[in-house]
C-alpha cells in the first residue's frame, strides 16, 4: 500500500512569491491534514480537510488556504512569502482504526524563502 | 486553552542507558495520545495510547498513559545511536495537537 506522498520534495522562492504544495494521502483515507514544522520548533496545525471541506484550521494567517480534490488530494497555498514561511511542511493522512484516530505523515516539502 | 508539553527539550545519553520521555497535556475532548519519532523529514508512528494503565511495547520501547494526571512516557531501554530522532507527543481532540519534541541524542 503507497504511503502518503508529497511534491515537490523541495521548493526555493523568493519573498513575496506563491508557493503551492501537493499531497496525496493514502488510498481511502478522506481526511488530510497540513502541518509546518519550522527549524526548531515542533509541529504547528495549519489546516484539516476532509470529504473536501475545510474542517479547521490552526492560528495562522489567511494567506496560508489550500483545497482538497474530489480524489481527496489536497493542495496547500502560501502567497505573499515571507522569510519566516522556510519551514518543513507535512501533510497526514488520518484513519479511524475503530477506537481512535491515527495518522501517517507523509516525507514533507522543504520550503525555503529567500 | 489545549496544550501539549514534553520535557526534557533535549537530551543526551550513552549507549545502552535507558531514557524516560514525559508528555504531559490539558485538551478538552481527549481521544488519543499518539507517540512518533521523527529523524530526517517524515514523523514516524511509534504508538496510540487510549486507555489508562495499558503499557504498549515495541521491542525496546515501551510507553503508558495516565489520563487522571493527563501524562504519558515513553521508555526506551538498551538505547542505540539509531534512536537518536526526535519523539513527539501528539493528542488527539478535535484535531491532532503536537508538543514541541524531545530530541534525543545516544552516543556511542
Known amino acids: 500500500e503507497a504511503g502518503v506522498t508529497q511534491s515537490p520534495t523541495h521548493l526555493i522562492k523568493t519573498r513575496g512569491q506563491q508557493a503551492t504544495l501537493r499531497c496525496s494521502p493514502i488510498?481511502?483515507?478522506?481526511?488530510v491534514y497540513w502541518y509546518q514544522q519550522a527549524l526548531g520548533l515542533g509541529l504547528q496545525f495549519l489546516l484539516w480537510y476532509d470529504e473536501g471541506e475545510e474542517r479547521n484550521r490552526g492560528n495562522f494567517p489567511p494567506r496560508f488556504s489550500g483545497r482538497q480534490f474530489p480524489n481527496y488530494s489536497s493542495e496547500l497555498n502560501v502567497n505573499a512569502l515571507e522569510l519566516e514561511d522556510s519551514a518543513l511542511y507535512l501533510c497526514a493522512s488520518r484513519f479511524w482504526t475503530g477506537v481512535s484516530y491515527e495518522q501517517y505523515f507523509g516525507p514533507g516539502t522543504r520550503l525555503t524563502v529567500t | 486553552e489545549d496544550k501539549v508539553v514534553q520535557s526534557p527539550l533535549s537530551l543526551v545519553v550513552h549507549e545502552g542507558d535507558t531514557v524516560t520521555l514525559n508528555c504531559s497535556y490539558e485538551?478538552?475532548?481527549?481521544?488519543?495520545l499518539l507517540w512518533y519519532k521523527q529523524e530526517k523529514k517524515a514523523p514516524t508512528f511509534l504508538f496510540m495510547l487510549?486507555?489508562?494503565?495499558i503499557e504498549k511495547k515495541s521491542g525496546r520501547l515501551s510507553s503508558i498513559l495516565d489520563k487522571k494526571e493527563l501524562f504519558s512516557i515513553l521508555n526506551i531501554t538498551a538505547t542505540q545511536t539509531g534512536d537518536s530522532a526526535i519523539y513527539l507527543c501528539a493528542v488527539y481532540n478535535n484535531d491532532m495537537r503536537f508538543g514541541a519534541g524531545t530530541r534525543l541524542t545516544v552516543k556511542p
Open positions: 487510549t486507555s489508562s494503565g
Open positions: 488510498s481511502g483515507h478522506t481526511s
Open positions: 485538551v478538552t475532548n481527549f481521544r488519543s
